[in-house]
């Protein structure tokens, strides 16, 4: 941008200054002039297509969508006038006419943007009566709800799935009236290419996506007296759920989760974070292995659910490569109804185990046939979102500001620093090259923060020298990012030992279950998730125990149940399988 | 007859590599769908996925092309296609009362098709024989100063039975 002339304009009689290709709306915000908007992301394309973001400029006859018309020097632009005002206000009327007047039964009743807009834009009284369009909800998917008459055709959802996430599993289709947004052929979610990711969900303004509810089943379940009810909360969490209650974005509140998953009325609150410690010793056992006999590299970490369901319908070719670890999350329901119901003396079938994580596509995880027991149950029962756990807490009164710090309770819920940063990107192999350098070399690591592997960026490669023995590593976040270094990969320009991928932006703390956030800012926005990362990073700073082999509940673990890492026990219980799948993605 | 259509033709293949070959290859997905609805009568699921796989358009914005233009069809349509001119003059001149008793004839709605699979009724907008008015078009034969007692006689050759022995 150096060395470009800047542009000036007059904004409402204010000077401002704009790059040359700004837009009217961004040279606006920059002068704290917050022009009204729906449609818009600031990290997706420009599509322009609800006109809520009119202003008029000096010597134009109409209006111009200020999010997509560029900025020009001398322009002198009105962003409000009794004119803008009254054709804004009357485009949201059109909107709400043809949409359920269900507001207060509405998932997404008082996080609403189009609720927010509507009031902010002072629409009182509706003078518009026309037809409405009548869709039946998809719930065809186990964890993503698609509902096409709260859809205002915004187009966040078409452009996330395709720009961020490279799955183009959404598109408008038909025509006037009868537009609508659904998979190909109009299929139910169910059958089409979906990743369950739940990026929609996270940019959708209204309800038109949105999560599977579990809370119902989990609140059954804790009031039914036959069942044991532990649960278990994902290391990208905690940095998050203080969002729900007025914490500042970036907040870490452990503590009061824990009391709060007590109060609530679980048995036990485990920590999956003791599982990723678990995951890190699995998996740079078998990296190792891999390493020695140079077969199946890269190896792909298998962590993220969204990536694995990527992998079989996008890139099947690479299902050799994916680690055969669980991931924690399923590692630790695995523990809860084998280690852990021996440990308590509990019979495997009375245990009910949920799951608090930043992820829909954990639904669909738990629902994978190749996580059931022996004994035909699934290994976890229920999987709750960040969103639900927030939601859960509020209806049955946890005062969560308040709470004092709870801790996890043992041994299923001691962790090193390693596990905390499994929630931010870069965070899984970070955590697996502390533990593989010591195996490696035989020495400590004099320096455990690996931070050329840190940071929001989509794509971050390294190299790695473990005393000799170089490694070379990739890491991903966000799925066309993934793309873009798997075809590199593919194309013969990079070569990598091992490579981690995490489906959502910035990782688990972009997930697709994680909180909405404050009004006014973007969920996929690299500073939140930014923000998040931090959190987990200064919980890891502050622990004495910083690398997961040396977690001494692990050590325990192998010793008196799974026997080696990588042994036959451990990999009858903490390794799976994938398979190709249908639809196959275009990619 | 619609079952067995799994795979695009050969020629349509060669088309698409052709235009793969050269620059915004993408850019030519409506006459690829255009060929396959010619060949077929309509776009058979099996070929759109194939065409969005050999074409590499996500299917969903495939599907999202064909659905946006009525000329596209996804059900299979009859052998002889029907259409009645439903522009200003052939209206006022009761291209209404031909099209009730097309649909009473054939036992069909508007856009469908019989279920003997000879018979696709469709209406369209104009076909610029005003002075022709009322018309009916059969496949590319065009009838004009149609009355609604001409209508049998006009089916007859394409394998019309009488009213009641098909659909």
Aim: glycine residues 10%; contains cysteine; hydrophobic residues 35%.
């Amino acid at each position: 941008m150096s060395g470009r002339k800047m542009i000036e304009l007059e904004i409402d009689g204010v000077r401002a200054e704009a790059a040359p290709g700004m837009t009217i709306m961004q040279a606006a915000d920059a002068i704290g002039i917050r022009i009204p908007r729906l449609c818009y992301h600031p990290d997706l394309s420009i599509l322009g297509a609800c006109r809520i973001c009119i202003v008029s400029v000096e010597g134009m006859k109409n209006p111009v969508a200020s999010c997509s018309y560029p900025a020009a020097a001398g322009m002198k632009v009105r962003t409000s006038s009794p004119e803008l005002r009254r054709l804004r206000r009357d485009i949201v009327e059109l909107i709400l006419d043809n949409h359920p007047r269900d507001c207060q039964t509405c998932e997404r009743d008082g996080n609403c943007e189009l609720q927010n807009l509507a009031y902010s834009l002072g629409v009182r009284e509706r003078y518009f009566e026309g037809e409405r369009k009548r869709y039946p909800r998809d719930t065809s998917s186990c964890a993503v709800i698609r509902d096409p008459e709260k859809c205002i055709l915004c187009g966040r959802c078409v452009r996330v799935c395709e720009e961020v996430q490279g799955v183009t599993n959404l598109s408008q289709q038909h025509r006037g009236f009868s537009n609508v947004v659904a998979p190909a052929f109009d299929d139910p979610m169910a059958d089409s290419v979906c990743i369950q990711c739940g990026q929609c969900v996270n940019v959708c303004p209204t309800a038109a996506f949105t999560e599977r509810r579990s809370t119902d089943e989990i609140l059954d379940a804790l009031e039914n007296p036959g069942l044991h009810v532990v649960v278990q909360t994902a290391p990208s969490i905690r940095a998050a759920v203080g969002e729900g209650f007025g914490f500042v974005p970036g907040t870490p509140t452990t503590g009061k989760m824990v009391t709060a998953l007590r109060m609530m009325g679980f048995d036990g609150v485990f920590d999956t974070n003791f599982t990723a410690d678990l995951t890190i010793v699995e998996e740079a056992t078998e990296f190792l292995k891999r390493l020695e006999t140079g077969e199946r590299l890269p190896l792909i970490t298998s962590c993220s659910p969204g990536w694995i369901s990527f992998m079989e319908r996008f890139y099947p070719e690479l299902i050799p490569n994916a680690s055969s670890c669980k991931s924690p999350m399923s590692m630790m329901s695995t523990l809860m109804k084998t280690y852990y119901a021996g440990q308590k003396n509990l019979d495997p079938e009375k245990i009910y185990t949920v799951a608090v994580m930043p992820c829909t596509a954990k639904k669909f995880e738990a629902e994978r046939k190749e996580h059931r027991a022996p004994w035909g149950a699934p290994y976890t029962d229920a999987v709750m979102t960040t969103r639900e756990f927030i939601w859960m807490a509020k209806c049955l009164g946890v005062d969560y500001a308040g709470l004092p710090d709870g801790t996890f309770d043992s041994p299923l819920g001691e962790s090193s620093g390693a596990g905390a940063i499994f929630g931010a990107t870069g965070g899984v192999m970070e955590a697996a090259l502390r533990t593989a350098y010591e195996k490696v070399t035989g020495a400590a690591c004099p320096d455990l923060n690996f931070t050329m592997v840190r940071g929001v960026e989509g794509v971050k490669t390294a190299t790695v020298n473990l005393q000799g023995t170089e490694i070379r590593v990739g890491v991903s976040n966000g799925l066309n990012n993934a793309k873009t270094l798997l075809d590199k990969v593919a194309r013969g320009e990079e070569t990598f030992h091992i490579i981690e991928i995490m489906a959502c932006p910035g990782g688990c703390v972009g997930g697709g279950g994680q909180p909405y956030p404050p009004g006014g800012t973007y969920v996929l926005s690299p500073e939140l998730t930014r923000l998040r990362a931090q959190a987990l990073y200064s919980i890891d700073a502050d622990m004495a125990l910083r690398t997961s082999h040396e977690n001494p509940s692990i050590r325990a673990l192998y010793e008196s149940f799974l026997g080696e890492p990588g042994g036959r026990r451990a990999h009858e219980l903490l390794h799976t399988h994938y398979e190709p799948k249908e639809p196959r993605g275009i990619r | 007859m619609t079952d067995d259509i799994h795979a695009l033709p050969q020629d349509i293949v060669e088309y698409i590599d052709r235009c793969l070959a050269g620059p915004h290859g993408e850019s030519y997905l409506i006459p690829v769908l255009q060929q396959v609805q010619n060949r077929f009568g309509y776009l058979p699921r099996p070929l759109m996925d194939e065409v969005a796989h050999r074409m590499r358009i996500p299917t969903a914005k495939v599907t999202g092309v064909a659905t946006f233009y009525h000329f596209f069809s996804f059900t299979p349509r009859g052998k002889h296609r029907v259409t009645v001119c439903m522009g200003t003059a052939c209206f006022v001149r009761g291209a209404g009362k031909i099209l009730d008793r097309l649909k009473d004839l054939l036992g069909v709605a508007e856009g469908e098709t019989t279920a003997d699979g000879l018979f696709t009724l469709e209406s369209a907008r104009c076909l610029g024989t005003c002075a022709l008015a009322p018309v009916v078009v059969v496949d590319d034969a065009l009838h004009g100063n149609v009355t609604t007692g001409d209508l049998e006689k006009i089916l007859k050759p394409y394998g019309f039975k009488g009213k009641g022995e098909t659909g």
